[in-house]
Structures are given as structure tokens and as C-alpha cells.
């Protein structure tokens, strides 16, 4: 059976507020003391239920990304890139899809745990008045990709696809010398295209 708090605190002879002091480095706790405590931690192995730290500080070190795919080296990336920075920054990430075509309960189940979540980034293909009332109604820090939300509190990051239209069009007429340029886009309605 894992040790628990209790006893870590009966090895070390202090109290439980004593260990978690220790454990949550919020006050000075006497550096003998402080000792004490994290011997009995080596000695008994003991691991903090990262579960029940969370419901106790009301923060769980889990941040939630909702992408429209999972699939493909774009949102292979995307994934890579928010759980190298997520982990050096001490969370674990919750990688969940949205697909095309789904609407705002679906959006919803995608990030029905999201009380168990410090925050979320999301990216929708398209994103529909449905879509936007859920995300505006979201109580945790919401992080919107490659779009923004009127009327929501959140922060967005946005490539400026314009920009890239443009420095590709001048690319291919300038350096390449292409005179018939076909372009293929999704729907209006999608951001991006």
C-alpha cells in the first residue's frame, strides 16, 4: 500500500499541516523541520495523490487542447509544441478533437471535464454562432486558435493568413515566374480560408 501524509508526518514527528507545508512551499517551515519531512518522504517513497492536491488547491495542473483533427503532421505540431511548453511549465496536457461538422454539444463533450482543467486552447474548423456561444459561456482561461470570438474574455492567437497569401502570390509571380496560378479554398465560413 503507498504511504500516505499521515505517515510521512509520523516518520518525520510533526503534523499533516506540517508535511504539506513542506510539500507546497507556501511558509516558512524550520530548515531541520523542512528536513525531517523530506527524509520521510525519500524513505517512505511517498507521492502526493495529485488528484486530491488538485480539489485541495482547486488547481489541477492540466490544461485541455480541442483541435478539430488529430490527425496529420499540422496538428501533430501543434500538439508537439503545447505539451513541450505545457511540461516545462509544469502541466500535463489533455489532447481532445472537435471534428468538422460537430456542433456545440459535441465541442462540449470534447471538454466536458473541464472542471478537472486549469484552462483550454481551442481550434475549430469552423466557427459557427453555436460554437462561439459555448466557448463566450466557458468559465475556465480560454486560449482561441487561429480565430476570435466577439463578446468572449480570452486571448487568441491568429496567423496573419493574409500576409501569407500575399508574400506566396509575390513568391510565385517574382521568383518562380508562374503566370497561370490556380487557388483551391475551403469554405467562406472557415478562418482560414
Known amino acids: 500500500m503507498p504511504a500516505s501524509i499521515d505517515d510521512v508526518a509520523r516518520l518525520a514527528n510533526v503534523s499533516i499541516s506540517t508535511v504539506s507545508r513542506v510539500l507546497n512551499r507556501r511558509e516558512v517551515v524550520n530548515d531541520k523541520t523542512r528536513a525531517r519531512v523530506e527524509s520521510a518522504i525519500r524513505e517512505l517513497g511517498y507521492q502526493p495523490n495529485a488528484f486530491a492536491r488538485g480539489l485541495m488547491l482547486r488547481r489541477s495542473e492540466i490544461v485541455g487542447l480541442v483541435l478539430p483533427d488529430l490527425h496529420g503532421e499540422f496538428y501533430s505540431e501543434i500538439i508537439r509544441g503545447a505539451n513541450q511548453q505545457a511540461r516545462a511549465m509544469g502541466y500535463n496536457l489533455l489532447v481532445s478533437s472537435a471534428r468538422d461538422g460537430d456542433d456545440s454539444q459535441s465541442l462540449l463533450h470534447a471538454i466536458r471535464q ?14 459557427t454562432d453555436r460554437i462561439q456561444g459555448v466557448l463566450a459561456d466557458f468559465r475556465l482561461p480560454l486560449v482561441v486558435l487561429d480565430d476570435d470570438i466577439a463578446g468572449a474574455p480570452h486571448d487568441s492567437v491568429i496567423i496573419d493568413q493574409q500576409h501569407g497569401a500575399r508574400a506566396l502570390m509575390r513568391h510565385l509571380v517574382q521568383r518562380c515566374g508562374a503566370r497561370r496560378i490556380i487557388f483551391v479554398g475551403g469554405q467562406e465560413t472557415n478562418f482560414d480560408t
Not at 473541464?114 to 466557427?127: H, K, N, Q, W
Open 114 to 127: 473541464r472542471s478537472l482543467l486549469d484552462g483550454v486552447a481551442v481550434m475549430v474548423s469552423e466557427l
